[in-house]
C-alpha cells in the first residue's frame, strides 16, 4: 500500500492565481481530511469527508473548495490565490468515525503565493 | 470551546536523558487525546492515544503518555531519549461525539543532544 500520497510537493503561485492540491488513498477509507499547517502552529482544518459524495466544512474552509466523487481522491481547489493561504497542506484519512484518532498523513504539499 | 495547549515551543535533552513532552487540554466530557510526530518534510505519524481504561498508555518507539484528569494533562514521556527521537511533536484532543473532529496543539520541537 502507498498509504496516503499528494501531488505537488511543491508549488509557488501568483496572487489570483487557481490550482488544485491532489490527495489519493489506498486504503479504502472513508473519512478524508484536508489540514493546513503554518509555521509555530498546530494543524487547522479545512475540509473533511465522511464518504464519497459527501464533504463539510473544518475550522477554516474560506478560500478553499473540495469534491469527493471516489473513495480514493479528496481533492482541494484554491481558486484565487492569496498570500495568506502560503502553508504546508497535509492529507489525511481514516477508516471511519470509531477509528478517526488513527489518521494517516500524507507527506505534505508546500505552497508559497507570491 | 476545545482547545490543546503545548506550553513548551521546543524542549532540549541530552542523549539518554528521560524526556517529557508536556500538553494540558480544556474540553467538556470525556477527551479522547493523541500524540503524534513529524519528522523533517513527513507528514503526521500516530504514536499513542488515550481513550479510557489506564492512565498509563504505551505507544510507538518506546514512547507513553500518562493521561491525568485532575490536571487535565496528557504529557508525553520515554524514559530514554535517542537522538532519532528529534522531531516535532503534535498533541490532539477530540471529544467523541462532538464536533467530531480532532484540534491539535502547537507543537512542540524535541532536540535530543548527542
Known amino acids: 500500500n502507498a498509504g496516503v500520497t499528494q501531488t505537488p510537493k511543491f508549488r509557488i503561485l501568483k496572487i489570483g492565481q487557481s490550482m488544485t492540491l491532489q490527495c489519493t488513498q489506498d486504503m479504502n477509507h472513508n473519512y478524508m481530511y484536508w489540514y493546513r499547517q503554518d509555521p509555530g502552529m498546530g494543524l487547522k482544518l479545512i475540509y473533511y469527508?465522511?464518504?464519497?459524495?459527501?464533504?463539510d466544512k473544518g475550522e477554516v474552509p474560506n478560500g478553499y473548495n473540495v469534491s469527493r466523487s471516489t473513495t480514493e481522491d479528496f481533492p482541494l481547489r484554491l481558486e484565487l490565490a492569496a498570500p495568506s493561504q502560503t502553508s504546508v497542506y497535509f492529507c489525511?484519512?481514516?477508516?471511519?468515525?470509531?477509528?478517526?484518532?488513527?489518521?494517516?498523513f500524507g507527506p505534505g504539499t508546500r505552497l508559497l503565493v507570491l | 470551546a476545545q482547545s490543546v495547549a503545548q506550553p513548551e515551543d521546543q524542549v532540549k535533552v541530552a542523549e539518554g536523558n528521560p524526556l517529557t513532552v508536556k500538553c494540558t487540554y480544556s474540553v467538556s466530557g470525556n477527551p479522547y487525546l493523541f500524540w503524534y510526530v513529524q519528522y523533517p518534510n513527513r507528514g503526521l505519524q500516530f504514536l499513542l492515544k488515550y481513550i479510557t481504561g489506564d492512565n498509563l498508555v504505551k505507544g510507538s518507539y518506546g514512547f507513553e503518555a500518562e493521561f491525568n484528569k485532575s490536571q487535565t494533562s496528557f504529557h508525553l514521556k520515554k524514559p530514554s531519549a535517542l537522538v532519532s527521537d528529534s522531531a516535532l511533536y503534535f498533541c490532539a484532543v477530540r471529544v467523541p461525539n462532538r464536533d467530531d473532529k480532532i484540534i491539535f496543539g502547537k507543537g512542540t520541537r524535541l532536540h535530543i543532544l548527542p
Open positions: 489525511a484519512s481514516s477508516r471511519d468515525r470509531v477509528s478517526q484518532e488513527t489518521q494517516y
Open positions: 469527508s465522511v464518504g464519497a459524495g459527501i464533504t
